[in-house]
């Protein structure tokens, strides 16, 4: 106890950092988890005990550059600068503390990557999207998103013939079916009160299309904050599913003849309290027309993974086409018809899913729409009917992470947005784990997309 700041110390603290100590008291929290997401995808972090957290809150908890060269199988690859020479700091958020009540006497942060005199890293990925909503403010826009995530419900167990662990479903209702919210009822309650918690406010919820797979959505926020909320229900969707002897999983395709995980990004645009997508068509055009224009590399970074690919099929309203249209479900970008009166237009970027981390993911579709405002980019006539029944006449995405990563080595903007330490580390990984996956069998994709995800 005497390591622990005594009240007169606290009270000397800067106003932020006193109120998280005080609620770490109040809500009895020992280790406070520094988080982040990695190239792979993967959330990562390390945790201070509460006696050490008003130094760690300035000073960061020390970790190796190396982590950020880790493919999501832990194969760390050869980037320069990225070996065991190299420090930096995982520096928390302190506005996004939350206490974790899937994990009973725990808190955490969303963190960046600093290095050790305080300045932003080149890999770090939170930065990197903060940079993207900077440069967009620099033309008098702040963007809105939400992800719209879909995950899947069950218990892993062990393979009889002997093979990698399984997934098996909790249940086999229908779309929708009544019988599928009561099944999984006592979980989504829990879930969703934990989500509460932290701040996500919960929109909707049901049971989806596969054998145990649900749907629940948390209200839009500032792009930043989006992300965050993004990572914190990840982790939260998977939390509370350990602490009930279940498996929670939100990979692209975790089972192979069953309907994917996507997580959707519903975006809009703001100057001051005007929703630029509302009254200014010009704007929203151009928006679409950049992520028309960069999609081929977007998908690189927005479904982050080998099994991502699985997903992006046609006729899996999954999005496989270069198009948009609205309220068309197999385009690439929705544009969603408001709700009511007073409900607000906005654009639903289809191939996204939860394997990407969300920082470069939400980052690059603010880069490619920006690009698109700024050379009015016209993204083409808005396509009403299943892409696919037009044989040959509309761009396909690409169908596999290689040729996502081809891509995205091709896009100027994107790659010139990541920079030059950020994009050899992402580049390096993903590879990596394009190979090691070819080399092996569907079940072990499976798998550790599950197991990770």
């Known amino acids: 106890m005497r390591d622990r700041p005594s009240g007169n110390k606290i009270n000397q603290l800067d106003p ?93 942060m969303l963190s960046d990557l600093c290095l050790p005199d305080g300045t932003p890293w080149g890999a770090c990925a ?25 995950f899947t419900l069950g218990r892993r ?3 009889p013939a002997g093979g990698p662990d399984r997934l098996v479903p ?86 192979a003849d069953q309907a994917g995980n996507g997580a959707h990004l519903h975006l809009s645009l703001w100057n001051d309290n005007r929703n630029v997508f509302a009254e200014d068509g010009e704007v929203r055009d151009g928006f679409i027309g950049g992520l028309m224009a960069h999609l081929p590399g977007l998908t690189a970074l927005t479904c982050g993974s080998v099994n991502s690919f699985r997903r992006l099929a046609p006729r899996m309203w999954s999005s496989a086409y270069a198009v948009y249209g609205p309220d068309n479900r197999e385009a690439a970008v929705r544009v969603c018809s408001p709700l009511g009166e007073s409900g607000e237009p906005n654009l639903e970027f289809k191939p996204s899913d939860s394997s990407a981390n969300p920082y470069l993911s939400l980052g690059a579709v603010i880069h ?53 330490l950020r994009r050899s580390a992402y580049l390096a990984v993903k590879r990596s784990e394009a190979a090691a996956f070819a080399a092996k069998d569907v079940a072990y994709e499976l798998f550790h997309h599950l197991r990770v995800f």
């Open 126 to 150: 939170r930065t990197f999207l903060k940079d993207a909503v900077a440069e967009l403010a620099t033309e008098g826009y702040t963007l809105v998103a939400a992800f719209e995530p879909e």
């Open 16 to 108: 932020n950092v006193r109120r998280i100590l005080e609620r770490t008291e109040l809500e009895g929290i020992e280790l406070i988890r520094f988080l982040y997401a990695d190239h792979g995808g993967v959330i990562r972090g390390k945790a201070a005990s509460r006696s050490r957290l008003a130094e760690r809150l300035s000073t960061g908890i020390g970790h190796t550059v190396a982590m950020m060269a880790m493919n999501m199988l832990d194969q760390l690859q050869d980037v320069e600068h990225m070996g065991p020479v190299g420090e930096v700091r995982i520096v928390p958020d302190p506005a996004t503390y939350v206490p974790l009540p899937h994990a009973p006497g725990a808190a955490a």
């Open 157 to 159: 167990l062990p393979d």
């Open 170 to 255: 909790l249940d086999d209702s229908l779309c929708y079916a009544n019988v599928g919210f009561d099944t999984a009822h006592d979980y989504t309650i829990k879930l969703i009160r934990a989500l509460e918690t932290q701040g996500l406010r919960v929109e909707h919820y049901h049971p989806e299309l596969g054998p145990g797979q649900q749907e629940l959505s948390v209200r839009h926020a500032p792009a930043l904050r989006a992300a965050d909320n993004h990572v914190l229900y990840r982790e939260t969707v998977r939390g509370t599913a350990l602490r009930m002897q279940m498996w929670a999983t939100l990979a692209p395709k975790p089972l």
């Open 368 to 420: 490619a729409g920006l690009d698109g405002i700024r050379r009015k980019l016209d993204p083409g006539p808005a396509v009403d009917v299943d892409p696919d029944t037009r044989p040959g006449r509309y761009t396909r995405l690409p169908a596999s992470l290689d040729e996502a990563l081809d891509a995205l080595e091709a896009d100027e903007v994107l790659m010139e947005a990541l920079g030059p």
